[in-house]
T-cell receptor, first 110, second 113 residues
Framework: EPEVTQTPSHQVTQMGQEVILRCVPI?????FYWYRQILGQKVEFLVS????????KSEIFDDQFSVERPDGSNFTLKIRSTKLEDSAMYFC????????FGPGTRLTVL | ELKVEQNPLFLSMQEGKNYTIYCNYS?????LYWYRQDPGKSLESLFV?????AVKQEGRLMASLDTKARLSTLHITAAVHDLSATYFC?????????????FGKGTRLSVIA
């Protein structure tokens, strides 16, 4: 069964550093989402991506965030200058007949 | 704005007992999902409910959907320790198809002997 993969599984970074989180969605899917889950809280939508551009974004997705699909397979989320409050689990989802979630990347900002 | 409310948020239950988790949502939606999450792990899809009156069962878990009441329930029968986890309901936005999910806050279930 096809699955969504994410790397790295855990990223530790210093405040102010840039991080890139990577996702490989399911190959014939066209819509992809990023979600965030702060520890102990609910899952929140960040951004959706279709046809190589952002189709929708939430208030959380400010100028520090960007997404791209550089090579037709990987789907990346970049945080330009991390803040302590960016510490969270970041999930990529690939959309078919339902939303298929990746295993997540735990980002820890020190 | 679509809102999703779950209750209870915390549930401690004894093995062998039954209980129900409730999920209310505020606007019309086509699909409702239930997910399980173990600590530090991803979201495991349990059920996708697509229509009014839908009922799905898997093992000791049964989910139902009442679109008129905008209510879904997740019923646990004869709980066992392995069911301890956090359970989330999530709803597609209006005119779903490719809209982001709106999640409830989750119900942290602890099954004790």
């Amino acid at each position: 069964e096809p699955e969504v993969t994410q790397t790295p599984s855990h990223q530790v970074t210093q405040m102010g550093q840039e991080v890139i989180l990577r996702c490989v969605p399911i190959s014939n899917h066209l819509y992809f989402y990023w979600y965030r889950q702060i520890l102990g809280q609910k899952v929140e939508f960040l951004v959706s991506f279709y046809n190589n551009e952002i189709s929708e974004k939430s208030e959380i997705f400010d100028d520090q965030f960007s997404v791209e699909r550089p090579d037709g397979s990987n789907f990346t989320l970049k945080i330009r200058s991390t803040k302590l409050e960016d510490s969270a689990m970041y999930f990529c989802a690939s959309i078919g007949n339902e939303q298929f979630f990746g295993p997540g990347t735990r980002l820890t900002v020190l | 704005e679509l809102k999703v409310e779950q209750n209870p948020l915390f549930l401690s239950m004894q093995e062998g007992k039954n209980y129900t988790i409730y999920c209310n949502y505020s606007t019309t939606s086509d699909r409702l999902y239930w997910y399980r999450q173990d600590p530090g792990k991803s979201l495991e899809s349990l059920f996708v409910l697509l229509s009014n009156g839908a009922v799905k069962q898997e093992g000791r878990l049964m989910a139902s959907l009442d679109t008129k009441a905008r209510l879904s329930t997740l019923h646990i029968t004869a709980a066992v320790h392995d069911l301890s986890a956090t359970y989330f309901c999530a709803v597609d936005g209006v005119n779903s198809g490719n809209t982001p999910l709106v999640f409830g806050k989750g119900t942290r279930l602890s099954v004790i002997a």
